[in-house]
């Protein structure tokens, strides 16, 4: 496996250090070498003396060399390109992007199986958690009404601060330090990034796109200290949740502060931490839980993704 990088922000620096720390592993499991061809940043970054970059992402497409492009980029535009242009080449593409794929999935997943390559995404929803997989394939015999679940980590962190007694500006300070926020955060606190991962869970569960404009948005930013000490009094907290439900062949996706009482097993999902409930006909209840947000768990989801590429090697 060859692989380009784009992207080198608190994501991309830990998939290289994984793929340094585990590549012995990883080749042995993969049955393949695996290398890290050229690396692509807009700005020069230290410590990647030994591999070869540039800041010109087109370098990487052209590169014929290589086979899996993982982009890490973040925004659209770009990402839009790149998307394209690597799937038109026949190569594989791993990507985080949840706005990405929110807005454009719809195109690129009928791209990727035109040119016969691989879109795999499983770090752009629920951080390190392997959620995508599940819904996809553990779960396909069942009927799934319902999914929701603490998509964002940022606006989990903030509002557990917040229930400890911080401001909202420093509890969002703090997830920025962290690495959890976006790089424009308005899209974690309005809801927007949790709009964007319920849509891509959405897609999985109940197999068509909705229009992401029909989508029910709040964020957190109308929640004040008062409404959460007058939840703690209820023995109850606000979580941001997502949810995507199925109602006889209307489906209705929404994201909103929800009050989630001590009784629910969402209630104990603090700080950056996520957890996705999916309810299937056979299964009922399945929760899965993690780190939803920071670079070395979404990291892990990214090289996940890497072994879905060969696995679906050898299904051919
Ligand atoms: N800003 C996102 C979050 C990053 O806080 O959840 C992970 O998708």
Known sequence: MRIGIIGI?????????????QGQKIEKLF???VEVVKICNRSPKEGLDSYEMTHDYKVLLEDNSIDTIIELV?????????AKKTLEAGKNFITANKYLLAIHGKELFVLATENNSKLFYEAAVGGGIPVLSPLKEGLFPNEITRVRGILNGTSNYILTEMDGGATFSEALEGATIKGYAEADPTFDIEGIDTAHKISLLSYL??????????IEIEGITKLTIEDIKNAKEQEAKYK???????????ISLSVKPTLISSSE???GVDGVYNAVEIDGTYTGKTILYGEGAGGSATASAVISDLYKVIASKNWN
Do not use: C, M, Q, T
Request: proline share 2%; aromatic share 10%; hydrophobic share 40%.
């Open 240 to 250: 941001l949740i997502g949810e995507a439900k199925l109602e006889g062949d209307k």
């Open 265 to 267: 097993l969402l209630y």
């Open 31 to 33: 049955s393949e070498k």
């Open 74 to 82: 973040g925004g659209i535009e770009i990402p839009y390109d790149i």
């Open 205 to 214: 569960a109940f197999g068509k796109f909705i229009d992401f404009n029909e």
């Open 9 to 21: 922000g608190v994501v991309g620096r830990e998939v290289i250090n994984i793929l340094e720390e």
